[in-house]
C-alpha cells in the first residue's frame, strides 16, 4: 500500500490523516478543497465588508464636511480631515478633499487667510510625501501672497517651495526659491527666518559640492542662532558643517561640531534630531578605517531610527553599515542591506541615496569579479547624479567606471573618464579629487610611455599631496617621478625621487610600496653603474616580494581553512538531519506496519545517498569550496536583487490595478489641472523674477544717481557764488560811472577820464571771470545729464583719465554733503600718454560709482573705530599696456574678509547691515565691465591694509 498524507480541515481541528486506500483520496481532496474555498472566502468578505465599512465612513465625513455653510470653518474641517487620511493611498478620496479646499480657499476674506491656509494644506500634503499636490497648494500660497502684497508670506511660500524642491532633489529649483525667501526674509522677516533660509540653502550647497559656499552659509545661520540662544538651531549648524568637514575629509574639524551638535541635542531633549550628527560620526568612523566602530554606530541608529519608525534614517543607516562591511569583505551582507536600502528609497524619492546605492552595488559587483553588472549600476548612478546636478558625485562616479575600463584593459578610455573627474574636481577645488585622479592618469601615462605627460601630472600631484600633508599620495607622486626621470634619463633625479618614496612607505608601513621602490631603486642604481648599492636593493626587493608571497598564501589558506570549517560544520548538520529522517520514516514504517518494499528501498536510497556525500566531501578539493562560496555570495545577491525587483514589480501593478479601477478618470482630469496650473504658475513666477530684477537694477541706477546729486550740488554751487559775487561788483562799478559821467559831466577831466577807464577795465575782468564759472557750471550740468539720460547702448571713445576725475570729485563731495565722510586724501597717478577706450561712458561712470561708494563706506567706518589716528587714503592709477588699459583705484579702508572674496560680485551678496545695501552694485559693474566691455574686474585685499579693484579695458 502506497503512503499518502493529506491535510485535511475539519470542523473543529485540522487533522494529519493517512487514507485507507487510494479510492477514499479523492472524497478526502474534495472535502479539503471545499473547506479551504469556504474560509478564504469568508475572509475575503469580512475584509472587504471592513474597507467598504471604512470609505463609506471617509464618504460620510467629506459629506459632512460639504454641508458646512462657513467657507473658513469648512476649509478648516477639511483640512483637519486631510491630516486625517494622510496615511491613506486612496487617490479618489484624497483628490476629492484636494478639489474642496482648492476651491473654497480663493473664497477666504483676506488675503492672509488665503496664504495661510494654502499653506497649511501644502504643508499636510508635504509631509505625506504628496509632492505634487503640496505644490500646488504652495503655488497658490505665492499667487495669493503676490495679489495682496504681502511680502512676508510670500517668502514663507518660496522657502516651503525650495523645500520641496531639495527634497526631490530639485536642486536648481531649489536654490531659485530659496534664495529668493531669503532675499525677502532679510527685508522683511525675522532673525530666525533668517537663518533657516541661510542653512537651507547651506545644505543645498553641500550637495551641490560647492563647500566653501556652504560653511559661509551655515556660518551665517548659527552667528544668528548664537546671537538668539537657540540650543537647537545651534546643534542642527553644528551638524551641518560636521557634515561638510567630512565630506572635505577634514575628520578632526568634522568630529568637534558633531560632539558639539550631539551635546547640545541631549540637552535640549532632542532625541530623534540626534540621528543625523550620529550618522555622520558614523561616516568619520568609515573614513579613519576604523569599521568596527562604525559598524556599532550604525545598529545604534538603526535601532534609534526604528524605535521612532523614520524609514528615511533607516535607509541611510543601511547605507553606511553596507560600507562598512564591504570594508570588512563582508560582500554579502553589504549588498543585502544596499538592497534593503533601495527597496526603502523607492518609496521616499530619495534619488541622492538612491544613486549612492546604485554606486556601493557597482563596487560590490566589481570585486566579485561581475564587470557587465558593476558596469550597469554605475552606468544607473552616473544618469541619476548628472539628472541632480551632483558634481562631485558625478567626479566620484567617473573615476570608479575608469578604473572599471582600466581592469578590461580599456586604458584610452579610462585616461577619458579620469580626465572627466580631473575637470570636474578642478571646478570643485576638491584638492583630494584632484590628487586621485592625476595620480591615476600618471600612472596611466607612464603605460602609454607619454613621459612628458606623465611628468606633469606627477609634479603637480606631488605639489597638493604637500599641500594637503596626504603622505600616501606623496608617496605615489614620488614614485612615478623616479620611474619617468628614468625614463628620460635624468638618473640623479630618478634616485632622489625613488629614495623619498621609500622612506614615506616605510613611514606608512606599507610592505608593497616598500618592495616597489626597492625595485626602481635596483634599476636606477644598475643605470647609473652603482653595482653594491644596486645588488643591495634587489636583494631587499627580492626578501619583501617572497615575504609578500608568504603573507598572501598564509592568508589565503586560512581564508580557506574557515570557509572548510563553516562548510563542513554545515554538512554534519545536513548529515545529521538526513539520519533523522532515516529514523523517523523507520519509526513511522514500524508504527503502521508499513515496511514495504518500497520503503526500505527508500531508506537504503538516503542511506546510500549519506554516505556518498560523507565520501563526495572528503573527496572535495578546498579551491572548488572556495569557488562555490564565491559563486553562492553571487547567487545570494543575485537572489536578492530579483526579489527586491519582483516586490517592486507586484506593488506598482497593485497600484496600478487600483488607480486605474477606482479613479482613472478623475486622476487624469486632476493631472491636466495641476500642469496647467504649473505651467501658468511658472510663467507668472518668470514674469515676476524678470520685472523684480530690472526694478531692482533701476533702483541701483537711481541710487547712484542719488548719490553723485549732493555732489553735483556742491559742484555747481562754488562757479555760482562767483558768478554772483562779480555781477554784484560790475554792477556797482557801472552805477559809480553812470554817475560820474551823467550827474558830474566829468569826460572833461582827464583825471576822471582815466579813473573810469579803470572801473571799465575792472568790469571787463569781472565779465570775464562770470563767463568762466558760467561755463564751468554749464560743463557740470552737462556731466550730470550725461549720467542721467538714457543709454543709446553705442559705445563711444571716452577719456579714462579725464572721466575718473570727474566721477570721484562728484562721489566725494555727495557722500561728504550727506554727512558720511570727512577730509581724505585723493592721490592721482595717470598715464600722461593718455588713456582712451570704446565704452558707454554711463555705464564706465556707474561702475566707479559703485565702487568709489564702497570704499568711502569702508573707510568712513574704519574712521568710526580708529578715531584720529585713522587718515582715510584713496588712490587712483590709470596704466596703458599692449594688450589695453589698467585701472587701479585702491583705498586704505578695513578690508575685505577672505570668505566673502570669492562671492563678492555675486548677485545680492553684500557684507553690509541689513537696509544699507541691496548687493546689486558690483554684481552689475562686473556684468558690464566683463560681459558688456569685454574687460576684467578683480579685487585684492588684505584685512586692515587695503582693498584694490583692478579694471582692464581694451583700448579704443
Known sequence: MSLYLTILINKKYAMLRVPNSIFELPALCSRFLYRTGLVVGLLIFFSTQIVFAQSESVIDRIEAVEQISDVSQRVEAAVTLLKEQTGNDDEAYLNRILQLIKGDIPRLQGVGSQVDAALEAGEVFHSGRKYDAALLF????????????????????????????????????AEEALSTALVIYRSHGTRVQVADAYSQLGTLKTRLGEYDKAIALIQNALSIHQYLQEPRGIASNHNQLGGIYLRMGEYKQALIHLEQSIDMFDEA?????KLSPMLNTAGIYRGMGEYEDALDQYEDILDLANSIGNARYTAIALQGRGSARQALGQYGDAASDYLTALSITDSLEMKSLKAHLYNNLGNVQDL?????????????????????????????VENNIATLLEQRGDISGAL??????????????????????????????????????????????????????????EQFANRYLGVVYLNTGDHNKALQHAQRSLELAEDLGSVEEQMKSHEE???????????????????????????????????????????????????????????????????????????????????????????????QRELDSVDQRNYLDRLE?????????????????????????????????????????????????????????????????????????????AGIAHEIQNPLNFVNNFSDVAR????????????????????????????????????????????????????????AHTSTGEPVDVDV??????????????????????????????????????ADPQDLSRVFVNILNNAFDAMGEKREKAGGEYQPRIVLKTESKEHGIVIHIRDNGPGIPTQALEDIFQPFFTTKPSGKGTGLGLSLSHDIIVKKLGGKLDVRSKQNEFTEFVIELPTA
Open 416 to 473: 577619458a573618464r579620469y580626465e572627466r573627474g580631473l575637470s570636474i574636481n578642478r571646478e570643485l577645488s576638491n584638492r583630494s579629487g584632484i590628487i586621485f585622479n592625476l595620480v591615476n592618469i600618471t600612472y596611466i601615462h607612464i603605460q602609454r610611455e607619454e613621459y612628458e605627460e606623465a611628468l606633469e601630472g606627477a609634479e603637480e600631484a606631488l605639489m597638493l599631496a604637500q599641500l594637503t600633508d596626504d603622505r600616501r599620495s
Open 138 to 173: 504652495y503655488t497658490m500660497a505665492r499667487d495669493a501672497a503676490k495679489k495682496g502684497r504681502d511680502s512676508l508670506r510670500l517668502a514663507h511660500a518660496y522657502y516651503a517651495t525650495g523645500k520641496l524642491h531639495r527634497e526631490r532633489s530639485e536642486n536648481y529649483k
Open 521 to 615: 631603486l635596483t634599476k636606477i642604481y644598475a643605470a647609473l653603474k652603482r653595482s653594491e648599492e644596486a645588488q643591495e636593493a634587489f636583494s631587499k626587493y627580492r626578501s619583501l616580494r617572497d615575504s609578500l608571497q608568504s603573507e598572501s598564501v598564509t592568508q589565503k589558506v586560512t581564508e580557506l581553512e574557515t570557509l572548510y570549517e563553516t562548510r563542513e560544520k554545515q554538512r554534519e548538520i545536513e548529515s545529521l538531519q538526513r539520519e533523522k529522517d532515516i529514523q523517523r520514516l523507520r519509526f513511522r514504517a514500524v508504527q503502521d506496519s508499513l515496511e514495504t518494499v518500497e520503503q526500505l528501498k527508500r531508506v537504503a536510497e538516503l542511506e546510500t545517498i549519506l554516505l556518498e556525500e560523507r565520501r
Open 801 to 838: 583719465n579725464t572721466l575718473l576725475s570727474e566721477v570721484v570729485a562728484l562721489a566725494y563731495h555727495g557722500k561728504k554733503a550727506q554727512g558720511e565722510i570727512g577730509e581724505m586724501e585723493i592721490e592721482k597717478a595717470f598715464d600722461e600718454t593718455g588713456a582712451v577706450t570704446k
Open 269 to 273: 531633549g532632542a532625541g530623534a534630531e
Open 633 to 709: 555570495d553571487r547567487q545570494r545577491i543575485q537572489e536578492l536583487e530579483l526579489d527586491s525587483a519582483q516586490q517592486k514589480a507586484k506593488e506598482d501593478r497593485i497600484a496600478w490595478i487600483a488607480n486605474v479601477s477606482i479613479g482613472g478618470g478623475v486622476l487624469i482630469f486632476v493631472v491636466a489641472v495641476i500642469f496647467f496650473l504649473l505651467y501658468r504658475s511658472k510663467k507668472r513666477a518668470i514674469d515676476l523674477l524678470r520685472n523684480t530684477q530690472e526694478q531692482l537694477i533701476t533702483q541701483e541706477k537711481l541710487a547712484s544717481l542719488g548719490q553723485l546729486t
Open 732 to 787: 556797482e562799478l557801472a552805477i559809480e560811472g553812470r554817475e560820474d559821467i551823467l550827474e558830474n559831466n566829468s569826460l572833461d577831466d582827464a583825471a576822471k577820464v582815466k579813473e573810469l577807464k579803470a572801473l571799465l577795465k575792472d568790469i571787463e575782468g569781472n565779465s570775464t571771470r562770470v563767463n568762466e564759472h558760467g561755463q564751468r557750471a554749464s560743463n557740470i550740468v552737462k556731466q550730470m545729464l550725461m549720467h
Open 368 to 396: 566579485l569579479g561581475n564587470s557587465e553588472r558593476a558596469m550597469e549600476y554605475y552606468e544607473a548612478c552616473l544618469d541619476l547624479r548628472q539628472e541632480m546636478g551632483d558634481k562631485r558625485g558625478i567626479a566620484e
